[in-house]
């Protein structure tokens, strides 16, 4: 137990300092086992204690936590857009206190009842808060506990069961078992709670390793189409700039280099088009873009925007200056090209004032509080969500479920499209505006989790990468040089199974809300009865 304030303040430090050091992409996932336990020692010793101390040691923590894994969100790059640095530190500030609302509830639930095993209830209440985390405009469940897993194969792969938030109730369950050992309650209690802690690490090893193998014995024998990935690596500071067709063309470059590899479909980044013409990105038109790509369907980015008849019923219409006296709404899109068909699926989860403030949609007035200085503010959300069907001689070949950039940290987002039949996952993503940070790694380990989860290859373009092949284990199958302009070919496998987590979805954080809830009421009414 730390004896003072400056022990208080360090034990603090040390969990902030554990928990950033398990986040991917560092390789200290290990970490992960032990970094609440110093915390559970401040609580201990700091329970009676007023609130708002705890308030100020937890603040220590997370801030430390949000800083080391997540310093990179305000880009810090010469071109950044003042608006993006502004919200990075805004982030860094404020996200702290929101990180700290389990441990505030578990330390409500202890000071009313007089029990150490109240520490089990960790798991339920921090899997509730990042489910609930990820619900609203408002969400950012980034940093999700269970990512942690991702350096620690074959743990990795019990991700299929209850998704990214199963292990993030492990790791908590773990801990909270290993500090009631350091307790030392009774000898009895001891050797129960560690033979708990070695079972359910051993099963949990045991379950990865053989689902591994199992997982690898069906990608073996599964049909496969070629995906080629262009990653053409253009400044994102100045592809909205009107020099549309020389990006074209540096794709077109990329995609003549390889020879004669025609795969069975092309994969270009998000916004890879940002406007071309009217009839591409008002009416969905690529006709123009085919002398480019040739008969081979692409998956491509691009900005859509659809004309609005009445301004007045859309709250983020806005004037479209090349046709006098017509509004447009803007989508940040991917659009599906093949033969005479084009299929398009419209951003469903944006970035919280990256892309558009959040509610604006709900709240009309919202949306010009803040502008970004970069490409065009103010996205709307998409609607639908459905897979976009690859064809090839008029017969099927693959159903696309596709993820735009930040959608891919949203698990049941993406698992929605296994039971709609999609049987590949593409990400496409433009995290160059975060080069030379380990965000673009970061965000390439997250889609390394949803391939776990639901079992599918997922193709994945970023504008300067990270872009590669990751496998239904989460394995890479092949990553492009970050920064590079590059062309990437692949043998992707198409599954058809269904992992559990596919099935239930986020069954385990909405019953984990529940008894969260419960737990509270409970403890908040003994202590009632007590006084």
Known sequence: MPKNVSQTYAYACLSGLFLGCSFPPMPFGFLAYFSFVPLFLVIESELLKTSSRFIRYFYITFFLYQGI???????????????????????????????????????????????????????????????????TDLSYPWLTLGYMAISLPPLEQCADIFGVWGLSFYFILIQSLLFLIVLQLSKKTSMLTSLSVIAIIVMSFFYGNTRLHSINDITNTSSTITVGIVQPNINPWNKWQGQVEDQISIHKSIMTEVGNQQPDLWVWSETAIPFMTIPLNVYSDFSVLRSYIGTTPILTGFAHLPLIQDPSTEPLAKPFRLIPGTHYVAYNAAALVQDSTVQVHKKMKLTPFGEGVPFSQDIPWLGSILQWGVGISGWKKGEVQSPLHLKKYGKPLASIGTVICIESIYPDFVRNYVPMGANLLVVITNDAWFDNTPGPMQHFAISQMRAIENRRAIARCGNTGVSGIILPNGLPASMAKPQSKTALFGKVPLLSMTSLYSQIGDILPRISSIIALLSLCFAGYTARSKK
């Open 69 to 135: 894994a997540n310093w990179w969100v305000g880009s810090w790059q010469k071109e950044s857009d003042p608006f993006l640095i502004i919200a990075g530190v805004a982030l860094q500030f404020g996200h702290p206190f929101f990180l700290m609302l389990p441990l505030l509830a578990l330390t409500y639930v202890r000071k009313r009842l007089a029990n150490y095993f109240v520490y089990l209830l960790l798991p339920i209440f921090y899997v509730s808060y990042e489910w609930l985390h990820s619900l």
